[in-house]
Each structure stands twice: as C-alpha cells, then as structure tokens.
C-alpha cells in the first residue's frame, strides 16, 4: 500500500537557524509529491509542489524542497527559520492510480517549535 | 476570495446523538475531500467526491458515518449514533478543475468534534 513516512515527530530549532524536515514515499515511479503547512487551529495550506523536472522546488514562505529518486525522499528545507514557521508540516503523496484524481496519502506529519 | 467554510467549528455532543458536520467549497471547484485529524492515526481521508459524486468512500469508518453532496456549492458529513472515538477533527477541502491530477488542496479550518 501506498504510504509515506516522516520519521521525525518534533524537530526544535533556533530562530534563524536552518530547518530540514525529511519525508520518504513508497511509490518510486512517478509520484506527485507535496508538502503542506498547518498553524494551530488552522486547515492545511499547501507550501510546494514536485510533479516533474527540476528536482529543486521553490515554495511559499521561503522553503524549497529536493526531490531525490534513489532515496525516495522529498525533504523540505529553509535556510533560516523565522518564529512564525512554528507550525505541523504534513508530507504528502497523490493517488497512485490516476483515477484516484487528488487523492492524498499525507505522512504522520512533524512539529516544528522554533526557540528564540 | 473566500476560502473553504466549514461549520460548526467546535462540536461537543453526547454519545449517541447526530452530528452533521458541514462545507462549503470554494466556488468553481469540482472535486470535495473530508478528511479526519486525530493524534492517533494522522491525516485519514474518509471520502471524496468529485463533480458531486462520490468517488471513493472506502475510508469511512463504518455505517455511521456518511457523505452526501447535494449540490456543487454544499456538503454534510453525519454521523448517527456519535461515539468517543469518533472525536476528531475533521477537514474539508476542495480542488479545481484543471488542476487535474495535481493534488492541490484547499482546506478548510476544520470541525472539531469532542463526543462525550
């Protein structure tokens, strides 16, 4: 079944220090590859997206993502971390069969507290 | 521009009762999402529909729950009788046409539903 794994449940980091969140995904051939953000009390809002080409990603807020097929990882990354990227990030996969339309299998997701 | 409205926000009720959770997608998308939040279990989606038909329900948890999409612009997620661990928070969110497979969401804020 298709899946995808966020190993690290809580990350603590500085404030303006760099943040990398990992993410591995179980379908190798294609996949459609998401990261979303969730402040508390809040919907998920999309950060960036990797459906093909360029492995490096840019997205909202300043983070950006790389694709790397032999890993099967897709981790997030921002330079420097600001205290209002205090937050969940939820890695997410696209259904499989193309039928599935949007469908989403997201990651357990990771907590980001950021330290003054 | 208005985004997905979800209501109620909050929801407490007693084992047993009916809740309606219900949603508002954004205007002009075509394809609804509910999605169930729980420390447990992470991100689930329950059911998605898609130009006002379900496509896939196979993440309802059982027969008391159920989905209907009456029209493009409203949706109700009941469950009938409500138990504790039904208590969650539970997501809508929506997607355009045109984006295809793309799998960008939109969410709401959520429904948080405490059954006592």
């Known amino acids: 079944a298709q899946s995808v794994t966020q190993p690290d449940i809580h990350i603590t980091v500085s404030e303006g220090a760099s943040l990398e969140l990992r993410c591995n995904y179980s379908y190798g051939a294609t996949p459609y590859l998401f990261w979303y953000v969730q402040s508390p009390g809040q919907g998920l809002q999309l950060l960036l997206k990797?459906?093909?080409?360029?492995?490096l990603v840019q997205g909202i807020k300043g983070f950006e993502a790389e694709f790397k097929r032999s890993q099967s990882s897709f981790n997030l990354r921002k330079p420097s971390v600001h205290w209002s990227d205090a937050a969940e990030y939820f890695c997410a996969e696209r259904g499989v069969i193309k039928a599935a339309g949007n469908k989403l299998t997201f990651g357990g997701g990771t907590r980001v507290l950021v330290k003054p | 521009d208005a985004g997905v409205i979800q209501s109620p926000r909050h929801e407490v009720t007693e084992m047993g009762q009916e809740v309606t959770l219900r949603c508002k997608p954004i205007s002009g998308h075509n394809s609804l999402f509910w999605y169930r939040q729980t420390m447990m279990r992470g991100l689930e989606l329950l059911i998605y529909?898609?130009?006002?038909?379900?496509?896939?329900d196979s993440g309802m948890p059982e027969d008391r729950f159920s989905a209907k999409m009456p029209n493009a612009s409203f949706s109700t997620l009941k469950i009938q009788p409500s138990e504790p661990r039904d208590s969650a928070v539970y997501f809508c969110?929506?997607?355009?046409?045109?984006?295809?497979?793309?799998?960008?969401?939109?969410f709401g804020e959520g429904s948080r539903l405490t059954v006592l």
């Open positions: 969110a929506s997607s355009a046409p045109g984006t295809g497979y793309t799998g960008e969401l939109f």
């Open positions: 529909f898609n130009n006002n038909v379900p496509i896939d």
């Open positions: 990797y459906f093909s080409g360029d492995t």
